[in-house]
Structure formats: C-alpha cells, structure tokens
C-alpha cells in the first residue's frame, strides 16, 4: 500500500479526538441491587422489570457440567 499524503501531528490528533471512551452507564437492578446496563437483563439475577426472563442457577449447573465434560475429554 502506498502512502498518498503525509499526516502532521496535528491532523492525527484531531482525528483521534473522537476516539475517547465513554464511561459504562450502569443502573441497579430491582430485585438483587446489582449494578447492570439500563434496558438489559441482570446478569446476576436473570430478571427484567420484575420478570424473570433467564434462568441463571440452571444455566450456570449447565456451564459448570460442560466444562467438567470437556476436561474429561482432554484428560484422556
Ligand atoms: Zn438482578
């Protein structure tokens, strides 16, 4: 690839003026106070307004089964 023009300090500089991160916004969730994303599932509870929308103890004994299997497999 060919560079067609060379860039000053400047002009990167302002281009990447744009690239700052922005800091999370985080709510608290209803029913168990952890912070979570607004508009989102709680991660720790499973629930949306009040609701619950994902089961995270069944889920959580699913992941924990599965990586127990694969290690298994890589053992032998
Ligand atoms: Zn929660």
Redesign the pocket.
Known sequence: MVVRMRHNRGQTGSRRSHHALKTAVLSL??????P?KPHDI??????YKGKQIVDVHTKIAKKNAKAKEKAKKAGK
Request: charged share 30%; with cysteine.
């Open positions: 969730c209803k029913d168990c106070g952890s979570k709680c991660t720790v509870c499973g629930k």
